[in-house]
């Protein structure tokens, strides 16, 4: 489910690229208006399992990588709560006390 949404995101990202130099038409509001909506359903999404977590840290990365705003401190900040809850999640690693673990 996440993965199409972020698919979404980055073809939306292209098209808003290309049509930057026409910020003014009502196609350009359109297409902005729609991308931020696919954002933050993707932002205020809670992974299902560890796929999901790795798609959208991936995703908030990369935006944080080719930004140089220095204003991801939100996704910095999401980024570190996806990782915490699932590294709450996933059960303990079993511990091996009699060679393979027997």
Do not use: W
Not at 74 to 98: F, K, Q, S, Y
Request: with cysteine.
């Amino acid at each position: 489910m996440v993965a199409g949404m972020v698919e979404q995101f980055r073809s939306l990202q292209l098209r808003l690229a290309d049509t930057l130099e026409h910020y003014e038409t009502p196609e350009f509001k359109a297409l902005d208006g729609k991308i931020a909506n696919v954002f933050e359903a993707i932002y205020r999404h809670e992974p299902q399992d560890a796929m999901e977590a790795r798609v959208i840290v991936d995703l908030f990365l990369d935006i944080i990588e080719n930004n140089d705003a220095g204003d991801n401190i939100h996704l910095i900040g999401r980024v570190r709560t996806i990782i915490d809850d699932c590294a709450n999640r996933c059960p303990p690693a079993m511990e091996i006390i009699h060679g393979a673990g027997i």
